[in-house]
Protein backbone atom coordinates (compact mmCIF):
# COMPACT_ATOMS: atom_id res chain seq x y z
CA UNK A 1 0.00 0.00 0.00
CA UNK A 2 1.05 3.39 -0.91
CA UNK A 3 2.02 6.04 1.58
CA UNK A 4 0.38 9.61 1.60
CA UNK A 5 2.65 11.84 -0.14
CA UNK A 6 4.06 15.66 1.40
CA UNK A 7 2.78 18.67 1.30
CA UNK A 8 5.87 19.39 -0.35
CA UNK A 9 5.43 16.70 -2.94
CA UNK A 10 1.70 17.11 -3.77
CA UNK A 11 2.48 20.88 -4.35
CA UNK A 12 5.39 20.05 -6.49
CA UNK A 13 3.11 17.65 -8.75
CA UNK A 14 -0.08 19.52 -8.67
CA UNK A 15 -0.80 22.81 -6.14
CA UNK A 16 1.87 25.10 -7.44
CA UNK A 17 3.27 23.25 -10.50
CA UNK A 18 2.13 24.98 -13.75
CA UNK A 19 2.16 25.11 -17.21
CA UNK A 20 4.89 27.38 -18.54
CA UNK A 21 5.66 29.35 -22.04
CA UNK A 22 8.80 29.86 -21.40
CA UNK A 23 12.19 28.11 -19.91
CA UNK A 24 15.49 29.11 -18.05
CA UNK A 25 18.55 28.61 -20.23
CA UNK A 26 19.63 25.82 -18.46
CA UNK A 27 19.47 22.40 -20.06
CA UNK A 28 17.80 19.35 -20.46
CA UNK A 29 20.34 15.78 -21.27
CA UNK A 30 19.20 12.87 -22.34
CA UNK A 31 19.30 11.05 -19.13
CA UNK A 32 16.43 13.79 -18.02
CA UNK A 33 14.53 11.98 -20.93
CA UNK A 34 15.03 8.61 -20.19
CA UNK A 35 14.53 9.05 -16.54
CA UNK A 36 11.14 10.63 -17.22
CA UNK A 37 10.08 7.81 -19.26
CA UNK A 38 11.53 5.15 -16.48
CA UNK A 39 8.49 6.88 -14.48
CA UNK A 40 5.95 7.27 -16.96
CA UNK A 41 5.96 3.55 -18.16
CA UNK A 42 5.19 2.67 -14.75
CA UNK A 43 1.47 4.62 -15.24
CA UNK A 44 -1.23 2.49 -15.88
CA UNK A 45 -2.90 1.37 -19.16
CA UNK A 46 -5.38 -0.63 -20.14
CA UNK A 47 -3.93 -4.37 -20.69
CA UNK A 48 -0.50 -2.48 -20.28
CA UNK A 49 -0.78 -1.19 -23.88
CA UNK A 50 1.53 1.62 -23.90
CA UNK A 51 0.25 3.09 -27.05
CA UNK A 52 2.55 6.59 -26.82
CA UNK A 53 5.32 6.89 -29.04
CA UNK A 54 7.66 9.98 -27.94
CA UNK A 55 9.99 11.90 -30.09
CA UNK A 56 11.63 13.94 -28.09
CA UNK A 57 12.96 17.31 -30.11
CA UNK A 58 15.85 18.10 -28.86
CA UNK A 59 18.40 19.74 -32.39
CA UNK A 60 17.59 22.95 -33.70
CA UNK A 61 16.41 21.11 -36.99
CA UNK A 62 13.89 18.82 -35.33
CA UNK A 63 12.20 22.05 -33.41
CA UNK A 64 12.13 24.12 -36.69
CA UNK A 65 10.78 21.27 -38.40
CA UNK A 66 7.75 20.90 -35.46
CA UNK A 67 7.65 24.74 -34.90
CA UNK A 68 7.02 24.67 -39.12
CA UNK A 69 3.64 22.80 -38.44
CA UNK A 70 2.28 24.51 -35.02
CA UNK A 71 0.03 27.91 -34.83
CA UNK A 72 1.28 31.45 -35.13
CA UNK A 73 1.36 31.57 -31.29
CA UNK A 74 3.11 28.48 -30.23
CA UNK A 75 6.09 28.22 -32.79
CA UNK A 76 8.39 30.80 -30.34
CA UNK A 77 7.59 28.54 -27.74
CA UNK A 78 8.56 25.05 -28.79
CA UNK A 79 11.95 26.72 -30.89
CA UNK A 80 12.93 28.64 -27.89
CA UNK A 81 11.96 25.48 -25.27
CA UNK A 82 15.52 23.24 -24.42
CA UNK A 83 12.96 20.16 -25.56
CA UNK A 84 9.20 19.90 -27.76
CA UNK A 85 7.96 16.07 -26.96
CA UNK A 86 5.30 15.02 -29.24
CA UNK A 87 3.01 12.36 -27.68
CA UNK A 88 2.06 10.40 -30.35
CA UNK A 89 0.16 7.13 -30.67
CA UNK A 90 0.82 3.57 -32.39
CA UNK A 91 -2.78 2.17 -33.36
CA UNK A 92 -1.04 -1.18 -34.23
CA UNK A 93 -0.01 -1.15 -30.29
CA UNK A 94 -1.42 -4.76 -30.56
CA UNK A 95 0.71 -5.67 -32.38
CA UNK A 96 3.12 -5.47 -28.67
CA UNK A 97 0.44 -7.08 -26.39
CA UNK A 98 1.72 -10.82 -26.27
CA UNK A 99 4.92 -9.49 -24.46
CA UNK A 100 3.25 -6.28 -22.72
CA UNK A 101 0.20 -8.20 -21.91
CA UNK A 102 1.14 -12.06 -21.28
CA UNK A 103 -0.99 -13.45 -19.24
CA UNK A 104 -3.98 -13.74 -21.72
CA UNK A 105 -4.64 -13.26 -25.06
CA UNK A 106 -5.41 -9.63 -25.45
CA UNK A 107 -3.95 -9.23 -28.71
CA UNK A 108 -7.27 -11.04 -30.38
CA UNK A 109 -9.29 -8.65 -28.45
CA UNK A 110 -7.98 -5.81 -31.12
CA UNK A 111 -7.65 -7.91 -34.46
CA UNK A 112 -9.23 -6.22 -37.36
CA UNK A 113 -11.11 -3.61 -35.23
CA UNK A 114 -9.57 -0.19 -36.31
CA UNK A 115 -12.16 1.96 -34.69
CA UNK A 116 -11.36 0.03 -31.34
CA UNK A 117 -7.63 0.37 -31.41
CA UNK A 118 -7.82 3.90 -32.30
CA UNK A 119 -10.19 4.54 -29.30
CA UNK A 120 -7.76 3.23 -27.35
CA UNK A 121 -4.71 4.25 -28.62
CA UNK A 122 -5.84 8.01 -28.10
CA UNK A 123 -7.12 6.98 -24.26
CA UNK A 124 -4.12 5.51 -23.16
CA UNK A 125 -1.87 7.33 -25.03
CA UNK A 126 -3.28 10.56 -23.14
CA UNK A 127 -2.97 8.92 -19.89
CA UNK A 128 0.61 8.58 -20.81
CA UNK A 129 0.89 12.63 -21.20
CA UNK A 130 -0.25 12.75 -17.90
CA UNK A 131 2.10 10.86 -16.81
CA UNK A 132 5.09 12.49 -18.47
CA UNK A 133 3.78 15.82 -16.97
CA UNK A 134 3.70 14.26 -13.23
CA UNK A 135 7.09 12.61 -13.95
CA UNK A 136 8.67 15.68 -15.53
CA UNK A 137 7.48 17.75 -12.61
CA UNK A 138 8.55 14.77 -9.99
CA UNK A 139 12.07 15.31 -11.24
CA UNK A 140 11.96 18.77 -10.93
CA UNK A 141 11.37 19.69 -14.37
CA UNK A 142 8.62 21.58 -15.86
CA UNK A 143 5.83 21.45 -19.12
CA UNK A 144 3.86 23.36 -21.67
CA UNK A 145 1.29 21.05 -23.00
CA UNK A 146 -0.76 22.14 -26.03
CA UNK A 147 -3.04 21.52 -28.61
CA UNK A 148 -2.34 24.42 -31.03
CA UNK A 149 -0.62 22.46 -34.18
CA UNK A 150 -1.80 20.72 -37.33
CA UNK A 151 -1.74 16.60 -36.52
CA UNK A 152 -1.49 16.06 -40.35
CA UNK A 153 1.69 17.99 -41.11
CA UNK A 154 2.84 16.37 -37.63
CA UNK A 155 2.67 12.88 -38.77
CA UNK A 156 4.05 13.67 -42.21
CA UNK A 157 7.02 15.29 -40.60
CA UNK A 158 8.03 12.70 -38.06
CA UNK A 159 6.05 9.48 -38.74
CA UNK A 160 5.88 9.58 -42.46
CA UNK A 161 7.68 5.84 -41.73
CA UNK A 162 5.38 4.53 -39.31
CA UNK A 163 2.37 5.26 -40.47
CA UNK A 164 0.42 3.50 -37.50
CA UNK A 165 2.07 6.24 -35.22
CA UNK A 166 -0.30 9.71 -35.21
CA UNK A 167 -0.20 12.58 -32.88
CA UNK A 168 -2.08 13.42 -30.22
CA UNK A 169 -0.25 16.50 -28.15
CA UNK A 170 3.11 17.90 -28.11
CA UNK A 171 4.21 19.62 -24.71
CA UNK A 172 7.63 21.77 -24.03
CA UNK A 173 9.71 21.13 -21.42
CA UNK A 174 12.68 22.05 -19.65
CA UNK A 175 13.01 24.33 -16.31
CA UNK A 176 10.25 26.93 -16.38
CA UNK A 177 10.98 30.12 -16.37
CA UNK A 178 8.28 31.73 -13.75
CA UNK A 179 7.85 35.14 -15.42
CA UNK A 180 5.74 33.40 -18.47
CA UNK A 181 3.09 32.00 -16.26
CA UNK A 182 -0.11 33.59 -16.41
CA UNK A 183 -2.18 34.02 -13.77
CA UNK A 184 -3.82 30.29 -12.27
CA UNK A 185 -7.11 30.03 -14.03
CA UNK A 186 -9.98 29.09 -11.30
CA UNK A 187 -10.37 25.58 -10.52
CA UNK A 188 -13.84 24.87 -9.09
CA UNK A 189 -14.99 23.54 -5.98
CA UNK A 190 -15.83 19.52 -5.76
CA UNK A 191 -19.91 20.31 -6.26
CA UNK A 192 -19.19 22.15 -9.27
CA UNK A 193 -18.24 19.24 -11.59
CA UNK A 194 -18.64 15.87 -9.73
CA UNK A 195 -21.39 13.76 -8.51
CA UNK A 196 -21.01 11.07 -5.54
CA UNK A 197 -23.86 7.99 -6.65
Known sequence: MGERLTDAALDTLF???RSY???TDQPVDEADLRAIWDLMKMGPTSAN???ARMVWCTSDDAKQKLADCASEGNRQKIL??????????DIDFHEHLPELFPHTDAKSWFDGNTPLRETSAMRNSSLQGGYLILAARALGLDTGPMSGFDN???DAAFF???PSVRSNFITTLGHGDASTVHPRSPRP???RFNTVA
Open 21 to 23: NGY
Open 49 to 51: QLP
Open 80 to 89: DAPVTVIIGM
Open 189 to 191: DFE
Open 15 to 17: RTA
Open 152 to 154: GKV
Open 160 to 162: ADT
